[in-house]
């Protein structure tokens, strides 16, 4: 029987939709706030589309668009296509190494004209879609091997891509999809090791790899002193304690100097180290340099490493409470903080509106995130359920780094604030995420495959 389709008001949640809007708005209120000057002439300037937050002004009206589009279309189409469009997503990744501009020293770029695309950005979405119908496909078995290397590798390719193009801040995004994964049923044990990575990761940061072989393997020698008895009974539990110090080893000797080598940039590596207070171990290009340098050179390398941070946390102290008012911050209005309206907006927030309106701030994303749980929890669909997932791990994953990032609690690494970055890029990709999950919604009660 012939159904009508609905129209765009029916059945849509109009909260998460209102969240967006205020969100976005803000973004726009704090791009203006970076970028205009008392003395500019706001409406030349506005209208010739020059400055970002013109620009921005015009992503904005472009996603509105893309917005209404996407409402209007039949859910099932999204469905059906997600497999063309995570190729067509890994194509675009690769014909950036082809046709690719070159930003900030990377090469994941596709000038457009009007904007440049981020492919590696976009990519989230279908990476997203694709996982999402893998998982609902009535033969994947997720509690089975195979599947689980399946939807890994779907989500982890284009990670690799990403790598390859010098993003690995956008790569590391793609670790969000974990999260999804582990509400589906993938085990908790891969979690667990990777978290285990990752302490052993952040103390190789504080710690000599001497200092941690060490260390890891008096933890080793306790662990087989306090379950010597159980050893005796169960002999595999002596070959799990060696085979995770060894697999420890492996990790903290080969695979950490690896990554820091040649996976991160090596600006990435220098404001890492130097955000703890330690000089790169693994910059061997100037290391007679190094040996040789006084303690007050040491400092104004690190000093200069951290200059985007530290301008940052000025900023954002400065605001105080209620902040200094809309346009008068002074860190802001004399340009001290570098990409602030990109990576460092949060700043403008800040500086503008103080303590308080980066708790407004705080509040809305994370009610933002709560409605995308609720919302998930409430599909009759696989597919729309892992599919909200994703979007909440990805928003999630995004606003963490980035404030983390602009307070000085986790390494600069390139990672935007969602819908209140500058970018086309971005604003694009969010914004389509948001208003595929509205429309997957407004069909909750259908059983989407």
Request: proline share 3%.
């Amino acid at each position: 029987m012939y159904h009508k389709r609905p129209d765009i008001t029916q059945n849509k949640d109009w909260k998460i939709i209102l969240l967006y809007i205020v969100i976005a708005i803000l973004g726009l209120v704090s791009i203006f706030s970076v970028e205009f000057r008392t003395n500019d002439d706001f409406f030349p300037s506005f209208f010739a589309f020059k400055k970002n937050y013109s620009k921005q002004f015009m992503y904005l009206l472009g996603c509105a668009v893309i917005a209404i589009f996407i409402l209007l279309t039949d859910s099932k189409f999204f469905t059906a296509t997600p497999n063309l469009l995570y190729v067509f997503g890994i194509i675009l990744m690769i014909a950036t190494f082809v046709v690719g501009k070159t930003v900030n020293g990377s090469k994941s770029w596709i000038p457009l004209g009007f904007m440049n695309l981020q492919p590696v950005e976009t990519c989230k979405i279908f990476t997203s879609l694709a996982l999402a119908k893998y998982l609902s496909r009535s033969d994947t078995d997720f509690l089975k091997s195979k599947s689980q290397l399946i939807a890994s590798a779907i989500c982890f390719l284009p990670a690799i891509f990403s790598l390859l193009q010098n993003e690995t801040g956008l790569a590391l995004v793609y670790f969000s999809f974990l999260l999804p994964m582990y509400r589906e049923g993938f085990p908790p044990v891969y979690l667990v090791s990777g978290s285990f990575l990752g302490i052993l990761l952040v103390l190789t940061l504080l710690l000599t790899p001497t200092q941690l072989i060490i260390g890891l393997t008096i933890l080793a020698l306790l662990a087989i002193n306090s379950l010597k008895r159980k050893i005796r009974r169960k002999r595999n539990i002596m070959t799990t304690i060696i085979i995770v110090w060894l697999a420890s080893l492996f990790f903290v000797g080969l695979a950490v100097p690896f990554l820091f080598k040649h996976v991160f940039q090596k600006y990435q590596t220098e404001r890492i180290f130097s955000m703890v207070g330690r000089d790169n171990p693994y910059d061997t290009e100037n290391e007679l340099d190094n040996k040789i340098s006084s303690s007050d050179n040491k400092k104004q390398k690190a000093d200069n490493e951290n200059y985007n941070v530290k301008q940052s946390k000025i900023a954002i102290g400065s605001g105080g409470f209620f902040g200094k008012g809309f346009l008068k911050g002074t860190q802001t209005q004399g340009d001290f903080v570098p990409e602030q309206h990109t990576d460092f907006i949060f700043t403008s927030v800040g500086e503008n509106f103080g303590f308080v309106g980066s708790a407004i701030l705080m509040v809305l994303f994370l009610t933002l995130l709560l409605r995308i749980v609720l919302i998930a929890e409430r599909q009759r669909s696989t597919f729309s359920r892992v599919y909200a997932y994703c979007v909440a791990a990805i928003v999630f994953f995004h606003v963490a780094i980035n404030i983390c990032m602009t307070i000085g609690l986790a390494p600069v690494i390139g990672i935007t604030l969602p819908l209140m970055s500058y970018g086309g890029s971005s604003l694009m990709t969010f914004t389509i995420l948001i208003f595929i999950l509205v429309r997957l919604d407004a069909d909750r009660q259908m059983i989407l495959r």
